[in-house]
């Protein structure tokens, strides 16, 4: 841009060019949504039986043995767009048995859907990725498949998928999983969001690097001021990526008057990793009761929590009495509601759980709910005489 400025036209068609300078930077990655989420587990057969029956996801795909896979067992499971992989080592030298010794069953991959594996993978890593695997392209009968990945918080990583040639279930290797059992769908419908815990003082950190080597931009953030002192634990930003499909909020503890629920995570998990995953539904009185019916434990909601309910969030559509009864939790910002329920954590260590969540015009993550929360038990726990 050396030429000399000599008109309107000029001054437009340089701005034009910054603009577009600026949007190609933020355009290096990207991504079509959430491709599958893995979770590498202890006995993914039994694993699997609790997704189905509990979740209602259904059977999808599988590799393993009989595919000629020699260390380890997948299986997959779908519900609307939402892809669950659970992975287990066969095999006492699995780098796998590691993972599972130090953190338990967890989120191993969230893989991202992309149009070019490759140059999402030499665009991140050219911007400080630590490399997980280079660029795969595996092939069958229904066509190929490209990977590569990526590192990101604790042991978690990224892995980009190039789909675009490939008609198969799921990937090259695996095959259709017939089931005798298909429990019927809890509606389900995709990923909302999936959130990080990170370590003391590293949030910054990773959502500069969301920031850096992936493109995302910060939404939100809240700290300690924003919720209770008093009880607060958390501090959290989200970071989104530019056509918002992809959201991860990032956590870290704070110091508060009991210890952090994060940092709980953090010494169960041994260091960061995956807290929860958020999934939509366009019901969430019909999902949640669903799965509570099929065995799903969620956090228990004090019925104190709905007496001021009214004067925090205003009208909103639904039956306070019904939401009451299946304790469901109701937050507002300038754009609307949501409503939202966080099951208990789904493994023995108290690490990972799942959010449900319905968005009736809201964008936000329900900030106001921990407050309200917090409040709430401090209410219950003043009538027992204990606080
Ligand atoms: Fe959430």
Known sequence: MSAEIKNLKDLQNVEYSLEK??????????????????LYVGNAKQSALYYKTAFGFQSEAYAGLETGLKDRVSYVLKQDKIRLVLTTPLTSDSPINEHLQKHG??????ALWVENATKAFEET??????????PT?????NGQVIRS???TYGETVHIFVERKNYQGIFLPGYRKWESHYNPEPTGLKFIDHMVGNVDWNEMNTWCEFYKKVMGFAQIISFDDNDISTEYTALMSKVMSNGNGRIKFPINEPAEGKKKSQIEEYIDFYNGAGVQHIAVATNDIVATVSAMRDRGVEFLYVPETYYDDLLERVGDIEEDIEVLKQHGILIDRDEEGYLLQL????????????????QRKGAQSFGKGNFKALFESIEREQESRGTL
Do not use: Q
Not at 125 to 134: I, L
Not at 137 to 141: A, G, V
Not at 343 to 355: I, L
């Open 137 to 141: 392209c595996e092939e069958d009968e």
């Open 125 to 134: 890593t050219k911007r400080g990725a630590r490399p997980f695997m280079e």
């Open 342 to 357: 966080f099951t208990k954590p789904v493994v023995d260590r108290p690490t990972m759980f799942f959010e449900i969540i």
């Open 21 to 38: 300078l600026f949007s190609d930077a933020e355009d290096f990655l990207p991504l079509l949504g959430t491709d599958y989420v893995e």
């Open 149 to 151: 990945g990526i590192y």
């Open 105 to 110: 069953d967890g989120v191993k991959v969230i």
